[in-house]
Each structure stands twice: as C-alpha cells, then as structure tokens.
C-alpha cells in the first residue's frame, strides 16, 4: 500500500528565501507525482505535475524533482513571497490504479 | 473558462438527514473523483467513476452514495449511516486517467448541527 509523508508539517521563512519542501512515498511503481497548492478553507490548485519518466517539471519559480528510486520529490521555491503562504500537498498515482495517495501537506507561512 | 463547479460552499446536516454536494465539470473529462478532507489527514477517496452510468467506491464509501447519469455531473450523497460527515469534501476530475493530472474544485464544508 502506498504511503505518502511530507516532513516538515509546518515551515516558516523570511521571504525571499529559497526553500525546499520535501515528499517521500513508500512504493516506487508510479504513475505520476502531483504538486497543490490549498489555501485556508479553499480547494486544491495543481502547480506541477511529473510523469515517472520525467525527472524534473518548472513553472516560473517553481520547480519539482522526482527521484522514483530513493522514493523522493522535492518542490523548490525560488524568491519566495508572503503570497506563497500555503498547504503543499503531493500525491501519487500509481500504476494500476487510478487513486491519489496524499501527504498531509506542510503549511509554509513566508514571513514579510 | 473550463473548471469544476462544487455546491453548496458550506452545508449544514441535522442528525437522520441525507444530503448531497453538487459537482459539475465543463472540462469534457470522462473521470470524475469524491474525496474526504480531515484536518491533519491526508485527502482520502470515496468514489470515483471512470464512465457514465459506472462508478466504484473508494477506501471510505461507507455511508456515501454517488451517482453518474450525465458525464458533466457526479453528485454525492451523505446518508444518514455516515456517523462522522464533518469535513471538508473535494471533487476532482481527470482525463486520460490521470495521465494528464487532476483538477479539483473549490470544496463544501458539511457541518452536521
């Protein structure tokens, strides 16, 4: 069965700062790997999405790594921005099946 | 602009009583996905159905009902039998089953009073 854990559940940084925010997953055999973002009290908004085959995805500051061997994706934030202040959720899918696994996200808040 | 349209934003329940959250999508997506939010959980699957008029339950579909009569629309129903409902319920959909990622929408957060 297919795990997901996100560590740390919760950072904070002054802004500006380049950060990293790390995904790990138990079962090797995906599909793909998905990055959201949810703001308090609102709905999943997708920023990168990796396919097995990939090993890195950009969107402006944003960039997403996926290591299927070692088990681990990362989100890097370049320049980050009070705006970025947010839960980041990675989820898996698998192959041969069509359910996302999810982390329990980590809050990050960016500190004016 | 193509999305997922979720309704009620906020829902109350009254102990016995059914409900249902409304989902509709203009993405043309043939994949449509219920999923349960808890606080310091990660979002666990109800439902989902891959095609008109099919769909299969997910690891909690317990006290859930769904349906899928038109491939735009995949509503959810909360029974009575669903001891613990307050949560925060997302829908999502996909095309190509996933391969292409998925799209959620905004949420309804069901309160039972």
Redesign the interface.
Known sequence: KQEVTQIPAALSVPEGENLVLNCSFTDSAIYNLQWFRQDPGKGLTSLLLIQSSQREQTSGRLNASLDKSSGRSTLYIAASQPGDSATYLCAVRDFGNEKLTFGTGTRLTIIP | DGGIT?SPKYLFRKEGQNVTLSCEQNLNHD?M?W?RQDP????R?IY?S?IVNDFQK??IAEGYSVSREKKESFPLTVTSAQKNPTA?Y?C?S?ED???????????T?LTVV
């Open positions: 979720q994949a996905y999923y310091g959980q990660g979002l699957l989902y891959q997910g690891d925060f997302l999502a996909s089953r996933g391969f292409y990622g998925y799209t959620f929408g905004s949420g957060r």
